[in-house]
């Protein structure tokens, strides 16, 4: 697990290989990564948006980018979590994820968490 603490909200990433799998005669090999933000802070804040960097070990880039997470923009009380789960797809066994949120604050202000670099490793691919 990998941990990152910026402006009193802690971001947690455990992530884990769940396989491989053939789609368009190509191996993929799929990702998941659970996800917990906790709120230090005295005020609530709500998660708006989320900027993701993927690489993988051919040295490809991706970009993810959208409103929320899986469909929700959460309000985090403070001295609360949110947490939830997703993955990715590569066409590499391992490769990295890193990234920011933007969030608001209950009296408006915008502010930018990190989302510390973590890396994805099919265990085969360790040695």
Known sequence: MVQQKTNNIIVSIDAKFEGTFFKDHRKQYA??????????????????????????????????KGNGVIGEQPIIQPMQSHHYNSGCIMISPFGCMKGHYQMETASGQQIEVSIPLFRLSAPFAMN
């Open 31 to 64: 990702f998941s990564y659970a996800v917990s933000i906790e709120n230090l802070s005295n005020e609530p804040v709500q998660l708006k948006s989320r900027f993701w960097i993927v690489k993988d070990a051919l040295n490809q880039t991706d970009i993810i």
